[in-house]
Antibody
């Protein structure tokens, strides 16, 4: 069974940091490009960041560039999102997902909630 | 960046009746390889998004055949031939042609009348 399990969310003060993790199982994680997508409360979906299969190529939404860092450890079947200088507007459920529209499979995790508030 | 615009944003539908959601992009989604990377996602209440359609009209595994995608260039449509209770949720289109960034539509909330 394919699973993506996010963890690491929680309550953090503005300006603080948090590291999200996404552990994959049931598929060949190293063969897939991976992304983080977030959803603010009551809002739509927003793409946050991308990692190539090896992790050497990464991209970020302008809203998080310079503050968030995506990485992966294929030996551990895991994707990460290091978030720093957090703002209230970063409050959201963060999903890891494959998002590759060119292939016949697409995987999403259950999400982890991040709340930035004092 | 490509802007994706969905309509309507709210869609009340009677059970068993058809439903249609439109998605328009601010520029053509035809990629240099000839493919059009337009996806449709469904997000049921309290659940993670799930992809229904990729590359305009290809249904993902397990997606009922009452869901169909069509369109080209900048205009795309998701159709549900006969709405069932389990179809309640929010539907998003997403383009994967001109990225980064990937861009989603605002979402269309489908509810039962």
């Amino acid at each position: 069974e394919v699973q993506l399990v996010e963890s690491g969310g929680g309550l953090v003060q503005p300006g603080g940091s948090l590291r999200l993790s996404c552990e994959a199982s049931g598929f060949s994680f190293s063969s897939y490009e991976m992304n983080w997508v977030r959803q603010a409360p009551g809002k739509g979906l927003e793409w946050v960041s991308y990692s190539s299969r090896s992790g050497t190529t990464t991209y970020y939404a302008d809203s998080v560039k310079g503050r968030f860092t995506i990485s992966r450890d294929n030996a551990k079947n895991s994707l990460y999102l290091q978030m720093s200088s957090l703002r209230a507007e970063d409050t959201a459920v963060y999903y890891c997902a494959t998002l590759d529209g060119g292939i016949a499979v697409d995987y999403w995790g259950q999400g982890t909630r991040v709340t930035v508030s004092s | 960046d490509v802007v994706m615009t969905q309509s309507p944003l709210s869609l009340p539908v009677t059970l068993g009746q058809p439903a249609s959601i439109s998605c328009r992009s601010s520029q053509s989604l035809v990629y240099s390889d000839g493919n059009t990377y337009l996806n449709w996602f469904q997000q049921r209440p309290g659940q993670s998004p799930r992809r229904l359609i990729y590359k305009v009209f290809n249904r993902d595994s397990g997606v009922p055949d009452r869901f169909s995608g069509s369109g080209s260039g900048t205009d795309f449509t998701l159709k549900i031939s006969r709405v069932e209770a389990e179809d309640v949720g929010v539907y998003y289109c997403m383009q994967g042609t001109h990225w980064p960034p990937y861009s989603f539509g605002q979402g269309t909330k489908l509810e039962i009348k």
